[in-house]
């Protein structure tokens, strides 16, 4: 089974920037097809915002959310206990060894998770064998090389190469958005919706928010950890980044266009 390194880490400006995402930002093109009583897994649902909005939306359906990190598992137990989610569980487990029969969810959703995995078409082969026949497995994925800003600041390109580096070298793929057709067909899929949705920082509320997640992901994270561990960037260049994103966040016409390609897959 292969053994994965999540390129982001688990630090708290990564988990508290996942926690701010819902299925309406973030799974648009899957909650059309969302209706009370089915069933879904949320594959890597991290804190659990998406997973306990699919719960709202499928109720009285179960929803699952499963993820290897215990600590954010706890987050998301925590803040279903706060909303007063009665229909969502949250496990942990692996994507490459679902602990569920064959045919046992309707919907299989994952979010930002196939690029970081070393082999996302095994990964897809699972998650297909535990929807039931005529269900959907849906994924969406950043383009991490579809991604662009103004002005073009160095230092944003310099975060960019020293990301795809440090993603490359994990073994996953950062451009997996224009990849989820491929790895569906190779997975065995033959019918599948293919779209894609951006995430848009141009408001100066937004720039600052994504400024200063990256700009503390960039110093404090497991990206400055695995940039500093494999010679890629000195503590040095990792400052000078982070000054980068926040002066890109002061421009008065910043922008940056985050692009995920997305895929509904029926099984």
Known sequence: ??????????????????????????????????????SILDVGCGPGSITLDFADLVAPGQVTGLDRSEDVLLQARALAAERGTANAEFLSGNVYDLDFPDDTFDVV?????????TDPVAALHEMRRVTRPGGVVAVRDADYHGMSWYPEIPELAEWMETYQQIARGNGAEPDAGRRLISWALDAGFTEFLPSSTNWVYATPDRR???????????????FADQALERGLASQKDLERMASGWKRWAEAPEGWFLVPSGELLARA
Do not use: C, K, N
Request: glycine share 6%; net charge positive.
């Open 1 to 38: 089974m292969p053994q994965d390194t999540y390129s982001h880490g688990h630090h708290r400006s990564v988990i508290s920037a996942h926690a701010t995402r819902t299925a309406e930002d973030s799974a648009g093109y899957l909650v059309p097809h969302l209706r009370p009583g089915l």
């Open 109 to 117: 959703h994952a979010h930002q998770v196939l690029q970081h995995l």
């Open 208 to 222: 600052q928010w994504f400024s200063g997640t990256w700009s503390q992901r960039v110093l404090h994270s497991a």
